[in-house]
C-alpha cells in the first residue's frame, strides 16, 4: 500500500467516525428548539463540532434570552482553531484560494490527520481529504439527525459519542513511541480532566494545551532517552 493510499484510508477513517456524530447533533439541536433549516445552516457556517454542541447546549437551557452566553462558549470552544491555523499555514499550500478556503476545514481532526504524517505532501492530502470529508459527512448526518431523531433515540445508545474519541486515539497511540511524547499527553489529559468540572466549556482545553506545550518545550524525558542513547554508544 504506497503512502498517501495509508494517508487517505486514515482520512476516510476519521471522516466516517466523526461524521456518524453529526446525527448526535442533529437531533439535540431540533430538541433544543430550533428548526431543521437552523440546525443545517448552524453546521455548514460554523462547522466546529465542539461549538456546535457548546452553543446548542447553553442555547435549550436558556432559550432566546442565553443566546449571547451561547455564543460566547461557542466562540471560547472556537479559539482554539486559531492556533490549529498557525500551525496548518505552511502545509495547506502556497495558493490564494486555498488559504482563503482552508480556515473553514481547519478543525481538530484534519490537524490532527496531517500533523500525523511525515512528508509535507501527505499533510497537505491528511489535511484537505479530512477536511472536505468531514465538512459534507457532517452536513449530511445533521440533517438525517434533524430529520429523524426522534426516531433514533438516544446517539449515545449507538456508541456515536465515542465515535470520534475513538478515531482519535487511533491517531496518537502509533505517536505515542517516546516518554516525551507520552508525559506530554498525560499531563494535557489530567489538568483537562480535573478542570472540564468547574470552569466553562473550552477553558479546560486552552490550559492542556499550554501545558502540553510547557511539557513539551522542557523536553525533560526526552534529554534522558538521548543521554541514554548517547551513553549507549560511547566506547
Avoid at 452553543?55 to 492556533?83: D, E, T, W, Y
Avoid at 510547557?214 to 523536553?219: A, H, L, Y
Wanted: proline share 4%; hydrophobic share 55%; aromatic share 10%.
Amino acid at each position: 500500500m504506497s503512502a498517501e493510499r495509508e494517508v487517505w484510508r486514515e482520512a476516510l477513517g476519521v471522516v466516517l467516525a466523526t461524521s456518524a456524530y453529526g446525527v448526535s447533533f442533529g437531533a439535540l439541536a431540533v430538541a433544543s428548539g430550533l428548526d431543521v433549516w437552523q440546525t443545517c445552516v448552524l453546521s455548514l457556517l460554523m462547522f466546529t463540532g465542539g461549538s456546535q454542541f457548546a452553543f446548542v447546549g447553553v442555547f435549550a437551557a436558556g432559550g432566546v434570552a442565553a443566546l449571547p452566553s451561547a455564543i460566547a462558549s461557542a466562540g471560547l470552544l472556537g479559539v482554539r482553531n486559531v492556533a490549529y491555523g498557525m500551525r496548518m499555514s505552511p502545509i495547506v499550500g502556497t495558493s490564494r484560494a486555498r488559504r482563503v478556503v482552508a480556515p473553514h476545514f481547519t478543525i481538530d481532526e484534519s490537524t490532527a490527520v496531517a500533523i500525523s504524517q511525515g512528508d509535507p505532501r501527505l499533510r497537505r492530502v491528511g489535511f484537505w481529504v479530512t477536511g472536505i470529508g468531514i465538512f459534507i459527512g457532517w452536513n449530511v448526518t445533521t440533517l438525517i439527525g434533524a430529520l429523524v431523531g426522534d426516531v433514533l433515540g438516544d446517539p449515545k445508545t449507538w456508541g456515536l459519542d465515542a465515535a470520534a474519541a475513538a478515531a482519535f486515539l487511533a491517531l496518537l497511540w502509533p505517536r505515542l513511541k517516546e516518554r516525551q511524547a507520552i508525559a506530554v499527553g498525560i499531563a494535557a489529559a489530567v489538568v483537562a480532566a480535573a478542570l472540564t468540572p468547574f470552569i466553562m466549556p473550552g477553558l479546560p482545553v486552552l490550559v492542556a494545551a499550554l501545558v502540553a506545550i510547557v511539557v513539551g518545550w522542557f523536553d525533560w524525558w526526552g534529554r534522558d532517552v538521548d543521554a541514554e542513547t548517547a551513553e549507549g554508544k560511547a566506547p
